[in-house]
């Protein structure tokens, strides 16, 4: 989704429609999977694992990259997990 992204806005209509549908069901299926109390939240945490995406595929170093993956999940985890 990360590639997807950025080749949106140049794509027709249709394709354009299509994979808005797609990225509205990566955020609800976020969504449902929160504790109770943080549903609108799934937008946010989406939008930082496929961020995180970018840099860690542009660093030339593939453990620097896991890292940085590993280290998302956590804070995310962290943040989210007791509440």
Known sequence: ????????PRQAP???KASSVRVKSLLRYVERSLPAGVPLEGGVI???MVGTLQP???IDSATEGKALCAATRKSLLDQYENR
């Open 1 to 8: 989704m990360a590639a997807l992204c950025s080749e949106m």
């Open 14 to 16: 249709e394709v354009r």
């Open 46 to 48: 989406a939008a930082t």
């Open 56 to 58: 860690a595929r542009a």
